[in-house]
Nanobody, 116 residues
Framework: QVQLVESGGGLVQAGGSLRLSCEAS????????MGWFRQGPGKEREFVASMSWRDGRTYYLDSVKERFTISRDNAKNTVYLQMNNLKPEDTAVYYCNANPPLLNYWGQGTQVTVSS
């Protein structure tokens, strides 16, 4: 079992940056593909980025490519999402989870609000 706690969200102006963190408890973290997901107001939750535990390969939602970077530190059981050049349409609650996501791993998420 893994518990995930997201942090690092906040209010930022368009063009700004934020770095989200997701700290995991549990011994299986290092062998999980991890991902970031988001749910904007009135929208379905969507995939944002993921990283393979095996080879570090990364995948991104087209709209965040070149702006967001996912990384992980297995020694700290933490996965990060560096978000640059934020846009108002990035406003959402951001969650981390295994990829594909596991129902019991959803945490509280962290709110990101981008003002225009």
């Amino acid at each position: 079992q893994v518990q995930l706690v997201e942090s690092g969200g906040g209010l930022v102006q368009a063009g700004g940056s934020l770095r989200l963190s997701c700290e995991a408890s549990g011994r299986t973290f290092s062998v999980l593909d991890m991902g970031w997901f988001r749910q904007g107001p009135g929208k379905e939750r969507e995939f944002v980025a993921s990283m393979s535990w095996r080879d570090g390969r990364t995948y991104y939602l087209d709209s965040v490519k070149e702006r967001f970077t996912i990384s992980r530190d297995n020694a700290k059981n933490t996965v990060y999402l560096q978000m640059n050049n934020l846009k108002p349409e990035d406003t959402a609650v951001y969650y981390c989870n295994a990829n594909p996501p596991l129902l019991n791993y959803w945490g509280q998420g962290t709110q990101v609000t981008v003002s225009s």
